[in-house]
């Protein structure tokens, strides 16, 4: 794809008088250029409308420079358009059907963006995919997990974490926002250590994923199959999580195989619900295969098995 072609495409993906439809498709085709000149355009998309854009946006950059680390992206661009993304009404962050947006003249008010390609917490996030390219973008989202799991100690962990490396315009706006997940029985202090132990976790883990898991995919009939291995936990399950929102995002119906899986955690099942409502608002298939007794008993206790479906095999499988 030609310079012309690409300054073509970022001119279309700007104008908000062309279709939505066609917009939304736009950052996915520009990052195969894998350029600056699509990352600039790209970024300049950051500050579009409505919300589905710049959502889109951030996620064509983040494959970018995962793709290649070199291209550039400003840290005070990224900077300034997350304190704009926070500027939002609270019930904006907390809405569970739809996204509601603070839109440009050109586009109403109060018009409400159906989030049927959006996954839970897209505002969130979106916001932490775009802390990540310039900063540890592995473990910020694992404190985003952390920020909308149960677990008091782990999410008191991350904000500490965030405390620690965020520039303060940016900890104060995501700390309003941050909030309204739990508004009770969050831990007030922590010690620096415990800064210390989240980053370092999130790093081992990430160097030792191959002894925990592993990706040897492969499709069967209509169905991307993801195998996974070892002990899904912390990093691990948000690992598993991002490779599976991946395939869904590429249109396919993916199963997740779990016969060599020792055990899962809740982040594990976030993952796992995760996948399960991004599928169901596309009009995709997910589902859980060969489920081992101890995961069974993890969906059990929370009553999941019968929400996820879960198969014992691939005959039959439609």
């Keep these: 794809m030609g310079p012309d072609v690409v300054e073509q495409l970022i001119g279309i993906l700007l104008d908000l008088n062309n279709p939505l439809a066609v917009r939304s498709q736009l950052p996915r085709i520009l990052e195969k250029t894998i350029s600056q000149q699509a990352v600039n355009g790209l970024l300049s998309g ?25 291209l550039h992206i400003a840290r005070e661009i990224i900077f300034e358009t997350v304190k704009k993304e926070l500027q ?18 050109q586009v109403s008010r109060l018009a409400i963006h159906e989030a049927h390609n959006l996954p839970k917490h897209a505002v969130l996030h979106h916001v932490i995919q775009l802390l990540g390219l310039v900063l540890d973008s592995e473990t910020l989202q694992f404190c985003r997990l952390a920020l909308i799991g ?55 883990l990430m160097g030792n994923r191959c002894r925990l898991y592993s990706y040897p995919e492969c499709t069967n009939g209509n169905y991307t199959i993801i195998f996974l291995t070892g002990k899904l936990a912390l990093h691990a399950s948000l690992c598993a999580g991002q490779q599976i929102l991946q395939h869904l995002e590429e249109q396919h119906n993916v199963l997740v195989d779990l ?3 020792d055990s899962i955690d809740s982040f594990a099942v976030a993952s796992f619900l995760e996948g399960l409502y991004w599928a169901k608002k596309n009009n995709l298939k997910f589902g859980l295969l060969r489920v ?9 206790v929370t009553h999941l098995d019968q929400k996820f479906p879960i198969f014992d095999s691939l005959e039959g499988l439609k």
């Excluded at 946006?57 to 494959?63: E, N, P, S, W």
């Excluded at 100690?153 to 909030?179: D, F, M, Q």
């Excluded at 081992?292 to 059990?300: K, R």
Aim: charged residues 20%; aromatic residues 6%.
């Design 259 to 261: 016969s060599a899986v």
């Design 88 to 105: 939002a009404d609270t019930g904006v962050w907390t809405h569970q059907g739809r996204i509601i947006t603070n839109a440009h003249p």
């Design 150 to 204: 149960n677990d008091t100690y782990l999410r008191g962990t991350a904000l500490a974490y965030l405390e620690n490396v965020l520039p303060k315009s940016i900890r104060k706006g995501l700390r309003r926002h941050i909030h309204l997940y739990h508004p009770t029985g969050q831990s007030k202090c922590f010690h620096s250590d415990i800064i210390n132990e989240l980053s370092h976790a999130a790093r081992v």
């Design 292 to 300: 081992q007794e101890a995961t069974m008993q993890v969906l059990q």
């Design 46 to 70: 950051l500050s579009s409308h409505p919300f589905e854009i710049r959502y889109q946006v951030g996620q064509a950059l983040a494959r970018l420079k995962t793709k290649d680390p070199t």
